[in-house]
Nanobody, 124 residues
Framework: QQQLVESGGGLVQAGGSLRLSCAPS????????MGWFRQAPGKEREFVAA???????YYADSVKGRLTISRDNAKNTLYLQMNSLKPEDTAVYYC??????????????????WGQGTQATVSS
């Protein structure tokens, strides 16, 4: 499994922006996909966005047009630019990576490496 370190997050007013980053640490594996999930209090962890090593990004319907995932393959670093934030975006955001080839990368079980999580809070 790949160790992942997240940064970014914080407190922002509705309509504001935040940028999250995720970088691998320790031994570097081939990461076939990387993604972001989030978990609000009392809710299950949910898919936000992901991007394959080679391929276009894809998003949950709830964040399309507001959140943008990008990846620097040379650095194996993942980003999540969050614009037009809403209070319902408040959650702990987790970076995820897959060191195994799979047909799809949507579910929690499709990823085998996780960051520690970073809190993003959007006030109304």
């Amino acid at each position: 499994q790949q160790q992942l370190v997240e940064s970014g997050g914080g407190l922002v007013q509705a309509g504001g922006s935040l940028r999250l980053s995720c970088a691998p640490s320790g031994r570097i594996f081939i990461l076939y996909a990387m993604g972001w999930f989030r978990q609000a209090p009392g809710k299950e962890r949910e898919f936000v966005a992901a991007i394959r090593r080679t391929g276009d990004p894809y998003y949950a319907d709830s964040v399309k047009g507001r959140l943008t995932i990008s990846r620097d393959n040379a650095k194996n670093t993942l980003y999540l630019q969050m614009n037009s934030l809403k209070p319902e975006d408040t959650a702990v955001y987790y970076c995820a990576a897959a060191t195994k080839i799979r047909s799809d990368y949507y579910a929690v079980d499709d990823f085998n490496s996780w960051g520690q999580g970073t809190q993003a809070t959007v006030s109304s």
